[in-house]
């Protein structure tokens, strides 16, 4: 199977130069922007935030004020209070940096009484606004899209899962390296919404990465690696760094 477009940079920051330029551009063209968290997109989110403090200042002010964006998931049990929580992740790393204005940065509710609920009405909320423009991705170490964990088929639909003991360990850093630590469950975009998007943009970076990525492009889609499933989609570029993609420049 042929790959999807593929860019491969030197390193991480040469990456977040890329994928930066192009949330600025969908951005630009009044696009809803689906937004993702993890150390892959920190230096991601320093990129954007000085490419638009670099634009004049009417500029800037038009973008943010047309600003629309979803993330992928939350913890369950987390609200935006909560230095761990996604919400404070994203305030942190754009809300903060960019004065954007508060409900600009939507995520589903962590702490909602029904978490199940609370999926079913944020899905509601991405329908209402017509979906996802361009939809930035990471690369789970189990090939986990959003917290779509294995086995997971094309046509979940935004729901509460329980996050895997690779999962809870991959983002226990964020919990003091303590994997106990971190939520048992989340609640997350489905496939479904995720593959409705217009475009998709993956990103990897990290030697840790190369197999999963791999298996994600090069093998059969299927429900054991998640991200395989984006192989079908018809607008899927892939920005990788050398060591993320090096199985890949060797096959």
Not at 23 to 52: K, Q
Not at 180 to 208: D, F, H, K, R, Y
């Amino acid at each position: 199977m042929a790959l999807p477009p593929l860019l491969v940079e030197a390193d991480a920051q040469a990456v977040a130069d890329q994928v930066a330029a192009r949330l600025l551009e969908a951005l630009a063209c009044g696009r809803t922007l689906g937004l993702a968290t993890g150390r892959t997109m920190e230096p991601v989110y320093r990129a954007f935030v000085a490419r638009l403090k670099g634009l004049p200042s009417m500029e800037r002010q038009r973008l943010i004020s047309g600003w629309s964006s979803f993330n992928l998931d939350e913890y369950v049990g987390l609200g935006s209070g909560d230095p761990q929580s996604f919400a404070a992740f994203m305030q942190l790393h754009l809300g903060q940096p960019l004065d954007l204005p508060l409900g600009c940065l939507r995520l589903p509710d962590g702490r909602a009484s029904d978490p199940e609920a609370e999926a079913g009405r944020y899905a509601r909320s991405l329908q209402a606004a017509g979906g996802i423009g361009l939809q930035l991705l990471g690369l789970g170490s189990n090939g986990h899209v959003g917290f779509n964990e294995p086995p997971c088929q094309p046509e979940a639909r935004c729901r509460c899962l329980s996050l895997s003991p690779s999962t809870r360990q991959q983002n226990a850093g964020a919990f003091g390296g303590h994997p106990q630590a971190v939520p048992t469950q989340a609640i997350t975009l489905g496939l479904s919404e995720i593959l409705a998007a217009e475009a998709l943009l993956l990103v990897v970076t990290g030697a840790e990465k190369a197999e999963i990525l791999r298996r994600s492009l090069q093998e059969p889609p299927c429900p054991e690696v998640p991200a395989s499933w984006l192989q079908g989609h018809p607008n899927l570029q892939v920005i990788a760094d050398r060591s993320a993609a090096s199985t890949l420049l060797l096959s």
